[in-house]
C-alpha cells in the first residue's frame, strides 16, 4: 500500500520540485540555525502545513481516531484565529501567538480540560513541523497548559439511575445501551467500537457467577480487555441482538436507517432519557462515574472496578472511594431506622 504524499511537499511544477531537493540535500550539509546562520522563515500556508499533519504525521504515530479528530479541530481553531490577525504562513506564527491565542479560549469561556487538550494538540502539531525541519524549533515546547480543575465527577443517585431505566425500558435498543453503560462502565468510544464479535452471552442467563458473559473492548491508547457481563447486562443485549436487523456490517449497535451508531448518535440517545428522566446536569460520561461509585460503594474491589474501568494506575480509579463514602453517607441519612 503506497505511504500518503506529504502536503507540505506538493504544490511545485517538477522542475521546481528538483531544484528544491537538491537545496534540501545542500541544506542538510550545511550548520544547523544559529544566530549568525538562522533558519530562514517558512513561506507554506498553515491550512497545507495542517493537512500534512493529519495525513502523514497522524498515522505515523498511529493516534487513536478520536484524538485525530479532537487534534485536527484544535489546530483547525488555531489557524483560523491566526489568519484573522493577519497569520498565513508557518515562519510567520510566533510564540505570542501562541500564548495569544490560549488567552483568547480563556476568554471564550472554554475549560481549563478542553484548553489543557488544546496545548497538547499545539505541541503535537509544532513538533511536527520541527521534525519536518518547517520551523527552526518547538514554538509550543514551553506553552503552560491551565491546571487541572478538580471538579467533582457526577453521579446518579439509585433512584435516578432507576428512573433512567424506567424511562427507556420500552426501546429495546436504547435499553441495551443504557444497561450496558450503566453494568460496565464503558467510555463512549469503546462502546462506538463494539462489534457483534465483541459480545459473549451465556446459554442461561442467571444471578449464577458461573453464568456471566462477557464483552471485549478496546479502550485508549489501542489497549484492549475484557470485561465481565453480569445478568442485567446479558439481559438487556440478548433482547436486543433477537431483534437487531440484518445489515452488512457487524456493528453491535445500529440506527433506524440502519446504519452504525456512531458516538453523536449514542450520546443523543442517553441525553434524551436523561432529559426524559428529569435528571440534570449529567451526561453520557455521568454513567461511567455511577457505575464506579456505586460498586465501590457496594463492596466491589478497587481492582475490579480498575480493571473494568481499564485504568492503568489504581490512582485514577481511587477518586472514586471518596465518592463512595458520600453515597453511603446519604444513603445510611436517608435510610436510617
Not at 479528530?69 to 510567520?92: P, S
Request: proline share 6%; glycine share 4%.
Amino acid at each position: 500500500m503506497p505511504m500518503p504524499q506529504d502536503p507540505l511537499a506538493t504544490g511545485h511544477t517538477h522542475d521546481e520540485r528538483s531544484r528544491n531537493a537538491a537545496l534540501s540535500a545542500q541544506e542538510a550539509k550545511a550548520p544547523s540555525a544559529s544566530p549568525s546562520n538562522p533558519v530562514p522563515k517558512d513561506d507554506r500556508p498553515l491550512e497545507q502545513a495542517l493537512l500534512s499533519y493529519q495525513t502523514v504525521y497522524m498515522p505515523s504515530r498511529n493516534l487513536a481516531p478520536r484524538t485525530r479528530v479532537e487534534y485536527a479541530n484544535d489546530i483547525n481553531q488555531l489557524v483560523a484565529f491566526l489568519n484573522r490577525t493577519g497569520k498565513m504562513k508557518v515562519g510567520q506564527v510566533t510564540r505570542a501567538d501562541l500564548e495569544a491565542f490560549l488567552a483568547y479560549l480563556d476568554q471564550k469561556g472554554y475549560s481549563g480540560a478542553a484548553r489543557r487538550r488544546k496545548v497538547y494538540a499545539i505541541r503535537s502539531f509544532f513538533s511536527f513541523l520541527e521534525d519536518a525541519e518547517a520551523v527552526a524549533a518547538n514554538l509550543a515546547a514551553k506553552l503552560t497548559p491551565p491546571k487541572q480543575e478538580k471538579k467533582e465527577p457526577r453521579v446518579l443517585t439509585e433512584e435516578e439511575y432507576k428512573a433512567l431505566l424506567r424511562a427507556c425500558n420500552h426501546e429495546v435498543r436504547d435499553s441495551a445501551i443504557i444497561e450496558l453503560l450503566l453494568q460496565t462502565g464503558i467510555r463512549l468510544s469503546e462502546l462506538a467500537g463494539l462489534t457483534l464479535a465483541d459480545v459473549e452471552l451465556p446459554r442461561t442467563i442467571s444471578r449464577n457467577p458461573d453464568d456471566t458473559g462477557s464483552l471485549h473492548v478496546k479502550g485508549k491508547g489501542r489497549k484492549e480487555r475484557t470485561i465481565p457481563l453480569n445478568y442485567k447486562a446479558c439481559k438487556a443485549l440478548k433482547a436486543w441482538l433477537r431483534i437487531r436487523p440484518e445489515v452488512d456490517h457487524d456493528a453491535l449497535f445500529v440506527t433506524k436507517f440502519r446504519k452504525p451508531m456512531g458516538p453523536g448518535a449514542l450520546q443523543y440517545v442517553v441525553k434524551k432519557y436523561l432529559k426524559e428522566a428529569g435528571i440534570k446536569g449529567a451526561s453520557l460520561h455521568t454513567l461511567r462515574h455511577t457505575f464506579a461509585t456505586h460498586h465501590v460503594a457496594k463492596g466491589t474491589s478497587l481492582r475490579s472496578v480498575q480493571e473494568a474501568l481499564g485504568h492503568a494506575d489504581l490512582k485514577t480509579t481511587s477518586v472514586y472511594v471518596s465518592l463512595a463514602r458520600k453515597v453511603m453517607n446519604r444513603e445510611l441519612q436517608e435510610h436510617a431506622l
